[in-house]
DNA sequence: CGACATATACTCACAGTGAGTAAAAGGGAT
DNA sequence: ATCCCTTTTACTCACTGTGAGTATATGTCG
């Protein structure tokens, strides 16, 4: 048999919100993602990457959970001898213990992922990419029409609405389009800042894992400090969808879930009105489920 | 540098559904999940894994998805120069392509877990787990008021509704009390056949996911073969989520979905009204997103 | 031919959601 | 002090989607 000897990695994508900006930490100037050796001494994988993390970062890593595992060969052309598997995984960074803005090490999301950014509506950087897009479907006589429908339904064109969640999707894309520096050319398009092999592809599915999480775990409590504001909560869970929220509606759908109390203190931050400010209730995971999707029961 | 040198393992949860019953592959007289090792040719995971079904089973494989990649120091004590890295797999196997009733090496998901089987009400085997992890939970004084919230959650009690996706959750908790054969003790109580290692939790990792997943994404058509009716659709679900669905509304939510269409076939298997005979849409999937929860948004 | 079984079609009340408006409570300028 | 500006907080209203149940069509079997 030909016993399979490999190198396991650990790849990391660490995230925090700081100033109503997502940011993901990376090594050599931002140019890879944090990764390291999977070591005998380690109990598992999970704490192997937390020990790791705590080395090399000094950040206390709350929230983590597991990505994907790859193994392509194209991935280690140079040793035939052995194979290198990848594991990746999504961290979660208390606001607190974030760097301040222009901290080294950590970035934002949208550097590399220019237009990921929705709030303030489409960003320019949709209008060349679209163009791009839409010529690259064109260009195939044969699959002009399966193309086409791609790139609309991606990108949120001829009536469909644009999707936060399918960021992976609109990646994986533009490189078989090859309009990202990884795929080879970048024809002068904002395509984002690009990374080591396939560190920004990794960023993207954990970019995509989060905004669709966000919806039914709540996780941003993981991002926030102990106490916060009703808006300052908003405005991170709008940076991580890339999304403007609507108020009325976000604050009532946050507390018909009773997710936060009050702390009784208040916040006079942003020269309006002060905020009363609240803490995350840990205890209501216990209490009931939360909702997710529902299937037509039969009562009997 | 220690340099972690691993065997890399691939472990498959294949699924099918036949006679109205989930059934799972397994090895070994139902004792083990088939798994091998990942080898130098294969050019990915995913393709080695594929590869390695087809000479195995001969059983064509159509969805496939990565569960959960583990390397515990446990899961092999006895080398301790080498880590297995062990990773899981779920993979759909069309109805017709599945053999008979008795054929070797299928067995039905609720053998494992006959307490996951809701279908005609709440199944008997739930009343001795009931009481053992009601005991297990007064048993230690310090955590009993949060043990007893994990087992009233995780089991539908007091108030709290049966939820299908805690499928893992709940095998997990029954292995912390010590109910499942793997952690040692089984009391004499109805707690499902056992299987090799960990197989069993990959298994409730498997049902859990899958459970989730039919309800978002059009997955139950990579069971069903060619042509079928809505009741067998139906039935379908309802195996695999372990609950009986409510007719009318299950209809009403397939059709405004678009998910399937006509052939104009018939079909009068069941001795009463003949049932007309659907397809699977698969263009659907280009057309228009899938509903998934959503943020409250904002218009401008 | 009538009882039975299943498929299919329609109805209705209600809760949750999208969208918008109004009032409250601070700071700062005049 | 008063008025303006900003932000928080509170309430309203129409509508759609969902839970639940009932009625009708169309076959088979005794």
Same sequence: chains 1, 2.
Avoid: C
């Avoid at 995230?15 to 990376?26: K, S």
């Avoid at 504001?229 to 991580?240: I, K």
Wanted: hydrophobic share 40%; aromatic share 8%; glycine share 8%.
């Amino acid at each position: 048999m030909n016993d399979a000897l490999a190198h396991a990695e650990l790849i990391a994508v660490l995230t925090a919100v700081t100033n109503d900006e997502p940011r993901v930490m990376t090594v050599s100037k931002g140019e890879a993602l944090p990764s390291g050796p999977f070591e005998l001494e380690h109990r598992s994988l999970q704490a192997g990457l937390r020990e790791w993390v705590n080395e090399q970062t000094g950040h206390p890593l709350g929230y983590l959970e597991q990505l994907y595992t790859f193994a392509d060969r194209d991935r280690s052309p140079m040793d035939k001898a052995r194979r290198t598997i990848s594991i990746s995984y999504l961290g979660l960074v208390r606001e607190q213990a974030a760097p301040g803005a222009g901290a080294p090490g950590w970035h934002g999301w949208y550097e590399y992922f220019p237009w990921e950014d929705h709030r303030e509506g489409r960003p320019e950087a949709l209008a060349g990419i679209t163009q791009a897009l839409n010529e690259w479907a064109a260009s195939d006589p044969m699959r002009r029409d399966h193309r086409q429908k791609r790139v609309d339904l991606s990108l949120g064109l001829n009536g469909a609405a644009w999707n936060e969640e399918l960021a992976l999707q609109r990646y994986e894309l533009m490189y078989e389009a090859g309009l990202v520096a990884e795929a080879g050319g970048d024809a002068g398009l904002p395509s984002g800042r690009s990374m080591f092999a396939d560190h920004r592809r990794i960023l993207a599915t954990a970019i995509t894992r989060l905004r669709a999480k966000i919806k039914y775990r709540p996780v941003v409590f993981e991002l926030m400090s102990e106490s916060f504001t009703l808006s300052h909560l908003q405005h991170t869970v709008e940076a991580l969808a890339g999304l403007a929220l609507h108020k009325p509606n976000f604050r009532r759908l946050i507390d018909q879930q009773e997710l936060i109390e009050e702390t009784g203190a208040m916040s006079s931050e942003t020269g309006g009105r002060p905020a009363k400010l609240y803490r995350y209730r840990r205890a209501i995971l216990e209490e009931h489920a939360l909702s997710s999707p529902r299937l037509p029961l039969s009562r009997n």
